[in-house]
C-alpha cells in the first residue's frame, strides 16, 4: 500500500516534470533521437548524445535511418500515436507536415542568448510554423559556387579565354558566364595532367538536383516587387514553375550537362563535392561544405587552390503580371537558402520533453556548434552570427586568413541580401518535390522539353494542392513566404 507521503511525493513528480523530470527516472531512462544514418547529421547527433549523456547524466539513443525513409519512419509513428522518438533531426522543409506533432520550443530557449544567435535567415521562418517556435536550426544550407583559383589565374587560360569570349577569365557574376567558363574549360587538363570537366552539378534522380534547379532559376523569377511567388501565385495558388523564368532556368540545366563528366546523372550532391575536392573540375554549384572539404589536405588535392562566388545572377527577370522580361541596369543576384538546413524538434507525445529540449541545446550550442562547422564531414554549415564573425577561427580550416576571408564574404553577402530566396516550405512538400525531381528527368533525357517537363510538374502541382486542400495551403504558403493575409 502507497502511503500519503508518497502519493504526495508523486503528484509533486508529476507536477514539475517539465522542468525536473523527476530526475531518478529521467537519468534511467535514455532520449530516443532519430535522424540520417550518415556521418553528415547523424555524428554530430551521436557525438553530442555521448557528451550529453556525460554532462547531464541522461543517456541518448540515435536511431539512424536512410534519408529515403526517414520521413516515412517518423510521420507513421506521428499518424498512429505510436512514435518511439523523443527528438527528430530532420530537413527544416518538413516542418509543415510534422508541426502538429511537435512541443513547441520552451521559453527558457528561445529567450536565450544562443537562440538569438541563429541568423534570421535560419531562425525566423524555418524554426516556425503558423506564428509559433517548433524546431531550432543545427545546420544552415545555402549554396554557392567554387572554383579551382589556379586554373583561374593560369596565364595561358586567361589569355586563350579572353581571346575566345572578349572577357576576363574571373569567376562568373552571370548564368551565361557560368556557361562559358564551364564550356572552356570541359576538357582540359590541368598543371597535374588530371583532365577536368567544365563545372559539377547534382544531376542524379531523387536526390539534390530540386534544389540545384531552384538555386538557377531564383534570380529569373523573384521580381523584386512581387515576393513570394516563386512557386506559386500567392493569391490563387497556381503553380508558377512552368512560366518562362522557370523554363529559361531548366533549359540552361539541361544545356550545361555536356560539361559535366560523362556519368553526371549518377551524381548528388556527395559525388559532386568529392569529385570536386578531387580535382575533377573547374567548378561546382553546391552547398558550403565543398569549402571545408576543399580545403582540409587530408582528403583534397586541391587545399588552398579554391575561391567561392555566390549564385550566378542574371539581368532580366520574368513578371508574371506583365507577362514580359524586365530587363535590369546591373546584374541582381538572388542567393537562395536551398534546403534551409536541418532543425531539431521534439515530440509532444514524449514523456521527456523537457530533458529533449536540453539535448537539442546542447547539441547547437554556439560552442559546439562552432567545432561542427570546421569538420567538413559534419554536414553542419554555418547557421549563427558568431559562426561567421570570427575570421581567426576559420584559419584552422583554410590556412591563409584571405582565403578565409572570402569564404566568410561569400557567405555573409548571400545571407544579408534583401533579395535572398527561401525554399518552398508546405505541407506535402515531398509529393511536390519528387513530381517536380519527375519533371527535371524528362528534360534532362530528351522525353520533354522543357516547358512540356515543367507544365507537367505544374499539373501534378494543381492536383497535389486540391488534395491536400487549396485554401489551407494558401494559408501556409503565404506565412512561410512571410506574405500578410
Known amino acids: 500500500m502507497i502511503g500519503r507521503r508518497s502519493l504526495l511525493f508523486n503528484a509533486a513528480c508529476g507536477f514539475l516534470l517539465p522542468r525536473l523530470a523527476c530526475a531518478a527516472d529521467l537519468r534511467a531512462t535514455a532520449l530516443r533521437v532519430i535522424t540520417r544514418d550518415t556521418e553528415a547529421i547523424g555524428g554530430p547527433a551521436i557525438r ?20 529515403d525513409r526517414l520521413y516515412d519512419e517518423i510521420m507513421v509513428g506521428c499518424i498512429t500515436g505510436r512514435s518511439a522518438y523523443d527528438v527528430v ?80 577569365l574571373v569567376p562568373p557574376e552571370t548564368w551565361e558566364d557560368y556557361r562559358r567558363i564551364a564550356e572552356y574549360f570541359h576538357g582540359r587538363s590541368d598543371s597535374e595532367g588530371r583532365t577536368v570537366a567544365g563545372t559539377l552539378e547534382a544531376f542524379a534522380p531523387r536526390g539534390q538536383r530540386v534544389w540545384t534547379l531552384f538555386s538557377r532559376a531564383a534570380c529569373y523569377v523573384n521580381l523584386p516587387q512581387r515576393r513570394g511567388a516563386m512557386f506559386f501565385d500567392p493569391q490563387t495558388m497556381s503553380p508558377m514553375i512552368d512560366n518562362p523564368g522557370w523554363v529559361r532556368a531548366l533549359s540552361e540545366y539541361v544545356a550545361i550537362r555536356p ?27 553546391d552547398w558550403t561544405d565543398t569549402g571545408v572539404l576543399a580545403a582540409d589536405g587530408r582528403v583534397s588535392e586541391i587545399a588552398g587552390r579554391v575561391g567561392f562566388f555566390m549564385l550566378p545572377g542574371c539581368k532580366e527577370v520574368w513578371n508574371q503580371t506583365k507577362q514580359e522580361w524586365k530587363h535590369l541596369d546591373s546584374v541582381r543576384h538572388v542567393p537562395f537558402i536551398a534546403f534551409g538546413g536541418w532543425i531539431a524538434a521534439v515530440l509532444a507525445a514524449s514523456p521527456r520533453i523537457e530533458a529533449a529540449w536540453r539535448y537539442i541545446a546542447w547539441f547547437s550550442s554556439p560552442q559546439h556548434s562552432a567545432e561542427d562547422v570546421l569538420d567538413g564531414t559534419s554536414g553542419i554549415n554555418p547557421y549563427r552570427r558568431s559562426h561567421l564573425a570570427q575570421a581567426d577561427t576559420w584559419r584552422r580550416v583554410f590556412g591563409a586568413s584571405d582565403r578565409a576571408s572570402a569564404y566568410l564574404r561569400v557567405l555573409r553577402s548571400s545571407l544579408d541580401s534583401p533579395d535572398a530566396a527561401g525554399d518552398l516550405r508546405i505541407p506535402g512538400f515531398r509529393a511536390y518535390a519528387a513530381a517536380f525531381d519527375a519533371a527535371i528527368g524528362s528534360a534532362l533525357s530528351g522525353a520533354l522539353p522543357a516547358q512540356a517537363a515543367l507544365a507537367s510538374a505544374a499539373a501534378a502541382w494543381q492536383r497535389i494542392t486540391d488534395r491536400l486542400g487549396r485554401d489551407g495551403q494558401r494559408r501556409h504558403y503565404r506565412w512561410a513566404m512571410e506574405l500578410a493575409e
Do not use: C
Open 48 to 67: 553530442h548524445g555521448r557528451s550529453f549523456a556525460k554532462a547531464e547524466g541522461i543517456p541518448v539513443t540515435v536511431e539512424r535511418a536512410p534519408f
Open 89 to 168: 533531426i530532420v530537413p527544416s522543409d518538413w516542418l509543415g507536415d510534422l508541426a502538429p506533432y511537435l512541443a513547441p520550443v520552451p521559453e527558457w530557449l528561445v529567450n536565450s542568448e544562443p537562440f538569438r544567435d541563429i541568423l534570421p535567415a535560419y531562425r525566423d521562418v524555418m524554426m516556425r510554423w503558423e506564428g509559433q517556435w517548433k524546431a531550432v536550426t543545427v545546420d544552415g544550407d545555402l549554396q554557392i559556387g567554387a572554383y579551382r583559383s589556379d586554373l583561374f589565374a593560369d596565364p595561358v587560360h586567361q589569355r586563350t579565354f579572353a581571346e575566345r569570349y572578349g572577357q576576363a
Open 259 to 285: 560539361f559535366a563528366p560523362v556519368d553526371a546523372e549518377t551524381l548528388d550532391s556527395y559525388d559532386v563535392r568529392a569529385r570536386f575536392v578531387a580535382g575533377r573540375a573547374a567548378m561546382n554549384i
